[in-house]
């Protein structure tokens, strides 16, 4: 736990002061004391304040990255146009409870293109896996210098992008990294839209359509206890939020979580609820802006 005081966080834009600053903090603080980590790409809402929030209550320093990385951005996504809002970032997470806010250029991140890859197999290959090809090794490899950089005790990390969740577990499972992942819950508006810092770019009439993601994402546990299988359910919801015109579905699927493989396709979700987690993810259009939401129900038995 560290004082309620709060104070204005520092911004860090280089490695090596950031580096700096960590291990002055633990040399002060003492050997019990511990980072957290929250990597984001700024443009800081209520989503990422809970994460910073969460960090701060359980560690003496609270590390915010803020890093639009160009490797997780396919050629035609919104990379360029990505919202960016400095000053705006700085006071949300102060607010938050952020000591340092670390916010490189891409040169300070890649002063030479990597040649090393971090690419996590299946866990990969569906979802926003598949819809855009190379994202997950654009995370891999920054969410891995993240963590080299800042050598975290606990990094935060939010349900929101469950996939991303997943994946970053494993890595660091497989390659025995020294932090522990803390999945936190999906943070939504009043009306049920899950935040994102792609909701600016929604027209008033998009926003109202995309409620539709989180109202059918709540029928799921109905249809589930009905008697559902996954392919029973995702045509269900498919059908739902396609009765809005402007919904463009990229995705609907329901796999088992962590590993994002189907279930038995014959099995009645209920069934396979008993021993396993089910994702029922969605990924949908709206003009532009792309939109992601789920629901994670745990397995009965863990
Ligand atoms: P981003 O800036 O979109 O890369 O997100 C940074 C971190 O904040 C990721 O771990 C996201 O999963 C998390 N995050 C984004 N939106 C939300 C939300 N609505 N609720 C909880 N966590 C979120």
């Given at each position: ?8 966080p520092r911004?860090?834009r280089?490695i ?16 019990e004391a ?5 990597p984001?790409?700024?443009?800081l809402?209520?989503?990422h ?23 997780q951005?396919g050629?035609n996504?919104?990379?360029e146009?990505?919202?960016r ?19 490189p ?16 197999s ?8 598949a ?6 090794d ?7 210098k993240?963590?080299?950089i ?7 990390f ?11 577990t494993?890595?660091?499972?497989d390659l025995n990294?020294?932090?522990?992942i ?12 899950a ?13 109202k ?13 109905g ?13 269900r ?16 699927e ?12 014959d ?23 792309r ?12």
């Open positions: 736990m560290k004082s309620a005081l709060v104070s204005a911004i860090v280089s090596a002061e950031l580096r700096k600053e960590i291990r002055a903090f633990r040399l002060a603080a003492g050997p511990t980072v957290g980590l929250v984001t790409m700024g443009y809402h209520e989503g304040a809970s994460l910073m929030r969460r960090s701060a209550k359980e560690n003496g320093l609270t590390v915010l990255s803020i890093f639009v990385n160009p490797l951005f050629p996504e919104d990379f146009r990505y919202p809002d400095e000053k705006r970032d700085v006071a949300v997470a102060g607010e938050a409870g952020a000591d340092l806010i670390f916010m250029q891409v040169s300070e991140m890649y002063p030479r293109p990597p040649k090393t890859s971090v690419i996590v299946g866990i990969t290959e569906r979802l926003c896996g819809s855009r090809p190379g994202h997950f654009g995370v891999g490899i920054v969410v891995s993240l963590l080299h800042v050598e975290p005790d606990r990094a935060y939010g349900l929101k992008d469950a996939q991303q969740v997943a994946v970053v494993r890595m660091v499972e990294m020294p932090v522990e803390v999945p936190c819950p999906i943070v939504r508006d009043a009306d049920g839209l935040l994102s810092s792609r909701n600016v770019y929604l027209s008033a009439e998009e926003r359509q995309a409620l539709s993601l989180s109202q059918t994402l709540k029928l799921v546990p249809w589930i206890e009905e008697g559902a299988n996954a392919s029973e359910l995702t045509r919801m498919r059908e739902r939020i396609g009765e809005q015109p402007l919904a463009d579905i990229d995705y609907v329901a796999l088992l979580y962590p590993d994002l493989v189907p279930p038995d396709a099995r009645p979700l209920k069934d396979v609820l008993k021993n396993d987690s089910v994702l029922v993810a969605v990924a949908v259009r709206f003009g532009q802006t939109l992601i939401d789920n629901i994670l129900l745990t397995a009965e038995k863990r």
